[in-house]
């Protein structure tokens, strides 16, 4: 199961009550589109298991996409991806370096290629589709690009015509559902249902989170929500995640959060800042400045009960190193869970607000529930600070710019 | 070259000259041994070489370390690495699922394995140390052992002790170089070094940021501390850095910065908090809040100006796509460089405080050159901040409770 655990002092009930019922509506205008994701998305992953199932010889899955088309699948690939998978790859920047280290060894007949973006139109993903096109010395209507390039993107979009003019396969993203809202959409689905990722369990457990956040959690993501957008002095939400394994979730996170939330009101300028961090390795890093820096941060820790590994320290006693020898016979996962704990306890000492989330274990509907939690919990945090949480517009402005360089320069 | 613009008003040079006098004290009392790395450590490197000399056959590197004992050389790693080196693989934590991914395919017959700890008690180091020993059936008097494990830590540690009880290869980091500062020492040029990695123009890279602080940089690096230092309302320090292959750098900037900078001064906390981002990825997820949230961040630009890579958009012009085309004929490096020129441009706008640093190419000495400049910066801060820089109280906590919690368990 999952359970979330405040260690701060709830608000009166009155104080949340109108905020559930404005909660309420959007959900039931359908406006926003992502809520209704859990539950109508099972066609999609029956069409992307159809679509794996023609292939043979699938090794890699290569995703063209960057922001909201890469981080969510790339998160859930580093929490669940086992070596019998397919390997997924992401060209989401325009690195060359890096975007040289991944083709290097990519294998043209055994991989499929998703284009993904939400507008069509993704500077990043539309070069690297032309980086690929010359690599591989293909034309928009050739055989193998249609048979191996796959569109996902907004119905309509300048790459949905694209596809159909050059009979691409397509998945499309619903027209209400924002990039950074999109991993339980084709954006998402596709990806992880070709690796061969359990993307109904994906969904089970995001349809579960949405029923028990209707429900028993109700209040408790209310109350930290709240606590959240009325604490003003402490604006900085910082995510320690317990396993290396949440690195990509992490990124995940800090973009669900920093797009969501940092927006203009008028004059004035609104807005919660992530922070992302893992342990136990951060302890060595950031943990400094949490327990001693400015009480400007709340820390949620988040941590897998059963990892259902068995790697454990050897009971090993070294000459001169026997004080490290209180771990020994612990396995590493409870070694872990005990830092984090420790951890915990020594930032609730200082007073600082902190809350626990703790997964019983590391599965598909796990994650599922883990991220929609998340959506959840952003858009309650939105309403709560009077802003669209839905919107983007403060990334325009670099856009005009870029072509208003590269155009004079021409 | 390095070069780091600074797009906001210096204040009057009178304002930092009494700062200039004191940091020149703290260098020259040698109290600071990182100041002396540079100049001191050529022989390490030279030993180092010997070392890499008397294995055939070597294919893996295995760090043993965690935060300062690995956050710099992965950061060198990442940016400078290539085909030809050996692998470096970072046994960081406690993680059962990334241990068990990172010593899946490891061949002990070509590798070689570093035990990095600065105190030579860390928990994780000295557990994982354990795990070696167990699943290579390894006990601490054996040939193999004694070949292949070496050791990195102060001197006289009790990890020290045991290196010279099992007659273990040893390197000393400097008693007076603390773990976020030491990758000029041993603890960083060892694996580096091993890995093939041109660790002689790390430190003249570093010397030469030195001397550069020293006479016509000494005024930028001045002011843009003090700007960070007074400047309340703007306390989080944003980077960001151009390229995938920043990630790790990105990392070690924050413990460095987090763990320095965030410091109890009786009753007061004081401190300035990291976040480091990778551009362009970044544009699609934090931009947002930079460019419409709370003006409580400033905002370093990173980039590299010649990439040496000939990758670039090809000049395709695909249906419905056109307004993509823009890019086309441009390297990737030039197109990633000119979108750090337009976001930077777009943050000055909001005016917000931002900078520039711009590395003439990504090599040995440059990476040297910058993060020198940063370690330099940082100890700029702290003396501006009136803290500490180079002790960190506030990690004890945890593992004090750590150790009772798993006392009272057994």
Redesign the interface.
Known sequence: MFKNTLFFKPVDKELIYEYISRLNSEIKSKEIGYYELPHSEEGTILKAKELKDSFRDLENIVVLG???SS?GTKAIKSLLLD?DDKNLIFL?????????RKL?NLNFEKSIFLIISKS?????T??L???L??RFNLS?DSKEFQERFIVITDKNS??D??AN??NLKSFYIPHNVG?RFSVFSAAGLVPLTLAGIDSKGLLEGAKESFVFFQNEEFETIMQKAFRYAIHKQA??NVLFS????FADFN?WY??LW??S????DGYS???L?P?AL?G??????????????????TVTFLKILN?D?E?S??K?S????K??D???E????S??N??C???M??II?EGITTDLIELDK?DAWHIGFLMYYYELLTSTCGLMLGINTYD????E???R???S???VK?
């Open positions: 960057t922001g909201g981080l070596k989401e920047n325009l690195d060359p370096i890096a975007t040289e290097a069509g139109t993704t500077v990043e539309i070069s589709l032309k980086v096109l010359q928009a300048p790459l015509s694209f003019k050059f990039g604006s900085i317990y396993g290396d394994i990124d800090v973009q920093a797009e939330l940092g927006k203009k300028r609104l807005g800042t922070i893992i136990s390795t951060d302890q060595h890093s950031f943990l400094q400045l949490l327990m001693e820096g400015p009480k400007d941060k990892w590994n790697m320290v050897p090993i070294l000459d001169f190193l004080e490290c209180f771990c020994n612990l396995k590493l996962e070694l872990l005990t830092q704990s420790a951890t306890q020594s000492q590391l983007q517009p403060g990334v402005v670099g856009k710019i870029l072509k360089i590269l155009k021409k």
